[in-house]
């Protein structure tokens, strides 16, 4: 399968569109390690398009374990569910900030947390010495949060 290509103008209207946050974790591109990076909502190979409404900027550690994912199941009752959807989606319907653990709220919360490991060690130390220095999270995410 070939990689989409995605020209500069529809990666910056991407970018500015999420005031330079990942959509997922709210994290400011400038204070990642790695960046941020255009993610496909619904994957290429599940029929998403590189339309600008299917595109959401996303941080790299956000993007790597989401990869071309769309959703997980919920073991106790076995159930498929998807991920949360920048475009759909309120992300202070789903995620609750608490200190540095971006606790979920929602079954859609729940599986979007554990896949793509908002709450894994690397990222809450990350998370804590960005909160420390009053970097997270940004006016812009604070807005996304409802705080």
Known sequence: MDRPYLNKELRRLVASRADFLCEYCLIEEKYTALGCTIDHII???H????????????????NRFKG???GSIVWKNKEFIRFYHPRW?????????????????????????RILGFNDQPRLLERRILISKKRYPS?????????
């Open 139 to 147: 006016s812009s995410a604070i807005n996304k949060m409802n705080l």
């Open 68 to 70: 071309s994912d769309i």
């Open 43 to 45: 994957s290429i190979k």
């Open 47 to 62: 029929g998403g398009s590189s339309d600008a409404d299917n595109l959401a900027y996303c941080c790299v550690f956000c």
């Open 89 to 113: 989606d309120n992300w202070s319907e789903h995620f609750q900030l608490d200190d540095s653990h971006i606790q979920p709220l929602t079954t859609i919360g729940e599986v979007t947390a």
